[in-house]
């Protein structure tokens, strides 16, 4: 007899409309008379094995809705990446709430988690269906056209370098822009969909699927800000050299890493701080300022694009109906059908787990510091409706009369 019971979890970092996805699947779920009760773990993995659980089945449909437009984890997440004996704990927990349905709902680590709970579930018999619900605003998940969290935060990148370039134009420098990307410049890249006119910056964006030379960085800054009087850059976090060190590694001292090894490149200015100290020193400009979004651009609220709120919506939709009508585990992925639509696919987990997609060639100009036509229509219709726009004034020039 099933036991009618649903886990959902959300992992990995938040973004503006994970809760979207969230909702999609508890009011999804209720669609369906089989379902009795579903359950949310409360910050990921680590609240499955804790057997931290809430019964989102009490929640009113109302305040279901009023979550879902509210950015970041409602359930809270976690940074654990489960390595097998971890997955074999989850898989247990599972079993002794006689869960039947599980979804988790995140990027690369999280689909590979859903992998080996799935294959533990198939080893021991017993009838679990695991769908991963794919987040992430890195946009580095493989077999998906782009994935829900991306859009909205390339909306906040491109109208902050919007506005960095309009302040920029009011006092002459150069600015800095350090964006979220380890692998994938997806989000950086989409700082050129702040341009409206051919000197608005970001004049340069450096990308980590491209080696970083310091001396070539110096000799753009040079050459844009002679030729313009001012530069805007955009660069990724995860920008690196042709050894694949990342360029932060090279220039700091002391060294921040988080639980795997990794150098920390996220919530710090470490990066902006030495390219801006670099300009100053070697280039003599003295007007040089650098930001780092850091978590500003995941989670910001009122900067939302209606495409992605929808989009995060039907791939929590979509993954239960697979679960439900479905006969196989996967991962749910969004593949764009003409202009403007999308259709779901429901993906082998092997083929998204544990791997990265990082922008194609057909998207990074040849010079390697700007990005294609190709990639702007990629993006455009992402953004959703209203972007705001930026105009200027003609400066009409009125003739000297001292002629200084």
Known sequence: ???????????????????????????????????????GARHGVRGIVDEDFVDLTQETSHNLELVASTPSSALGSTRDKPDLKYCQDIFKVLQAHEIEHFFYIGGNDSSDTVRIV???????GYPLRSIHIPKTIDNDLVGSDHTPGFPSAARFVAQAFAGANLDNAALPGVYIGVVMGRHAGFLTAASALGKKFPEDGPHLIYLPERVFEIERFLADVKSTYERLGRCV???????????????????????????????????SGALADLLCEEIKARLKI?????????????????????????????????????????????????????FYSVDYELLPLDAVAGKTRTMEDEFISASGTDVTDAFRMYLRPLLGSGMPDAFRLRHSPVAKVLGR
Not at 21 to 26: D, P, T
Not at 238 to 266: C, F, Y
């Open 233 to 267: 850059v955009a660069v990724s976090e995860g920008i690196h050299d042709a050894a694949g060190t990342p360029i932060l590694a090279r220039l700091a001292k002391d060294l921040e890493r988080d639980a795997h090894g990794n150098v920390q490149l996220s919530g």
């Open 1 to 39: 007899m099933s036991s009618g019971k649903i886990l959902v979890a959300q992992g990995g970092g938040p973004t503006a409309v994970i809760n979207q996805s969230l909702v999609g699947v508890v009011l999804e779920a209720r669609r369906f008379r089989d379902v009795r009760l579903v359950y």
């Open 118 to 124: 799935s294959e533990e579930a198939k080893k021991a």
């Open 286 to 338: 003295k007007r040089v300022r650098g930001d780092t979004f850091g978590y500003l651009q995941r989670s910001f609220i009122g900067c939302n694009s209606d495409v992605d709120q929808r989009e995060a919506r039907e791939v929590g939709e979509k993954a239960v109906q697979f679960a439900m009508w479905g006969d196989r585990d996967g991962s749910v992925a969004i593949k764009r059908t003409g």
